[in-house]
């Protein structure tokens, strides 16, 4: 990934920031098109509180049971606000039980005694445990607005000066400066000017993240991850749960190398989560409750999250080797470097964006959903059976997922119409279908083994095809810009064309390969 800042250009999204502690103000009058700057609040203060117990049972069962507090400043017409949120494992995102905390010297009520609609909800888990505050993020905040000469808005900058810290046994303070730029009138050379008077204060563009930064350093702070449960051995479950276990500590694995910045990477992630979300779709008629639905949900925002940094990836080395086996005499003007420019601006966007991922709260909670699953897992009745009498039926219920929708794209293709939707779709139950058969393979013996060689096969067929299909796009993209900029895009039309010579092709060889893939006696240890 390039760590490389994306172009600044006017936009609905704010531009963020972050520095040492107490960095100073920038100064923004001298700044070409700024008139002045307008105060709105100088000192508000907003702070999060953590509750759990000593021991931090809530944050191991996945619950977040925080107080929320603004504390307006002088300036402002806003009242003081302060209240509990309760947010339970699982829960989908932005689902949460808020409820108001009384202010400090009503009689007869503690502000800092849990509600009892709250306690209710957690106290299985804590126990006999008492809930204390266990970590804090406290936010000092200023909010100017950038004026023009006419008293117009430009843009609203917003100031954070943050600290971190745990509470408790350890204690672990961290302390910086976040600040945002949020445009409203602002052009490009204008969030230029703001940018660089950003950085001469010594800030960075980087995520705003207190809250994940805390979670980070509970966990740090918490015992280690509970056992994992195997299940009877043999049984239908023991074989779901070792392949998810895999699995989530493959995503872990490459996570970690994704930080480091390691060759594919992001690609890695992309197929554990994959193989993660694919075998619970398959087998979850072995697992109970809402939980095996949820960890669905947020492993495709995961893989959506990371794919269009891996899109660009792949989009990049394609057209790179395409461009170097060219004959010399298709390659007119400086291609290469239009490219090189094109993808280093696209994986500028998608690296930060891939990092905010791995960085926010969302994925640290699809962890900690992965390790509740992992140690308490949903097993039904139906996952204590043999799993040789159980596995193979059930991937074949994802067979006939994948034949129908093959179907309906070759279907498409014999009545001459463009298919890339039909056959994106009939890829992708493809992919599901061999992560379900990987799971398989112990129970399904070598009948499995070839079954998944031949669906390896018709998936090289339809990946290709889709990565030309995404090609193309890329390079009409291309093509259009060098004729906007006065330069020459007759390599890309060379190119585009030949990729829509190669979908033809590969539409043709698909009937064949799907047949090949499909013979009934390679089905047959699915029982149906």
């Known amino acids: 990934m390039s760590t490389t800042d994306p172009p600044l250009a006017p936009s609905a999204l704010a531009l963020t920031y972050r ?13 070409d098109g700024v008139h002045d700057v307008h105060p709105v609040t100088s000192a508000e203060v907003r702070e999060y509180e953590r509750f759990d117990t000593a021991d931090l049972r809530l944050f191991a ?18 009242e003081p606000s302060s209240g509990w949120v309760l947010v339970l494992p699982d829960a989908p995102a932005g689902e949460e039980l808020r409820v108001p905390q009384p202010a400090a010297g009503v009689e007869g009520v503690d502000p800092a005694t849990v509600p009892p609609e709250i306690d209710a909800l957690v106290r299985r888990v804590r126990g006999d445990a008492g809930l204390v505050p266990v970590g804090r993020v406290h936010v000092t905040r200023a909010v100017d607005t950038v004026r023009d000469a006419t008293g117009g808005a430009l843009a609203t900058l917003v100031r954070d000066q943050v600290r971190t810290e745990t509470l408790g046994g350890s204690v672990t303070v961290e302390s910086w400066t976040e600040a945002v730029v949020d445009p409203a009138g602002a052009g490009t050379a204008l969030l230029q000017g703001l940018d660089e008077a950003l950085r001469a204060t010594g800030l960075a563009r980087g995520a705003r993240d207190g809250r994940a930064r805390l979670t980070a350093l509970l966990a740090a702070a918490a015992p280690a991850d509970p056992p994992r449960r195997r299940g009877r051995t043999g049984s239908a479950g023991a074989l779901l749960l070792g392949y998810l276990g895999d699995q989530a500590d493959a995503l872990a694995a490459r996570e970690q190398d994704l930080r ?7 690609h890695q992630m992309r197929i554990a989560a994959r193989r993660l979300r694919s075998a619970l779709r398959t ?16 492993l495709r925002w995961l893989g959506r999250a990371l794919a269009a940094e891996r899109d660009a990836e792949v989009q990049e080395q394609r057209l790179t080797a395409r461009l170097a086996a060219l004959e010399p005499e298709l390659r007119l003007g400086p291609v290469q470097a239009a490219v090189t420019r ?10 930060a964006a891939v990092l905010d ?23 039904s009745r139906r996952a204590r059976r043999p799993a040789a009498r159980v596995v193979p039926a059930l991937v074949g219920r994802t067979a006939r997922k994948l034949d129908r929708r093959m179907e309906r794209a070759l279907a498409d293709l014999d009545a001459g119409q ?47 095809h889709q990565d030309a299909v995404v090609s193309r796009q890329t390079l009409r993209t291309l093509g259009a810009r060098a ?46």
């Open 61 to 78: 069962a996945g619950i977040e049971l925080a107080v929320e507090r603004v504390v307006p400043d002088r300036a402002s017409v806003v």
């Open 483 to 528: 004729g906007a900029e006065g330069a020459n895009g007759f390599t890309f039309g060379v190119l585009h064309g030949r990729d829509t010579a190669a979908m033809l092709e590969l539409e043709r060889r698909l009937p064949a390969a799907w047949e090949t893939a499909w013979k009934p006696r390679a089905r047959r240890w699915m029982r149906g």
């Open 19 to 31: 520095g040492p502690a107490h960095t100073g103000a920038p100064r923004l009058t001298g700044v």
């Open 357 to 379: 991922v791995v960085d926010g709260e969302r994925y640290a909670a699809l962890h900690g959903a992965l390790r509740r699953l992992l140690a308490d897992p949903p097993l």
């Open 418 to 464: 463009v298919a890339p939707d039909s056959l994106h779709a009939a890829r992708k139950t493809g992919k599901q279908l061999r992560y379900a058969t990987e799971v398989a393979r112990p129970a399904a013996g070598k009948d499995a083994r070839a079954f998944a060689t031949r669906l390896k096969a018709l998936s090289d067929v339809l990946g290709e």
């Open 260 to 266: 480091a910045d390691r060759p594919d990477a992001v």
């Open 342 to 351: 094109h993808f280093a601006r696209t994986r500028a966007e998608t690296g």
């Open 283 to 298: 087998y979850g008629a072995l697992l109970e409750g809402p939980r095996p639905a949820h960890l669905v949900h947020e």
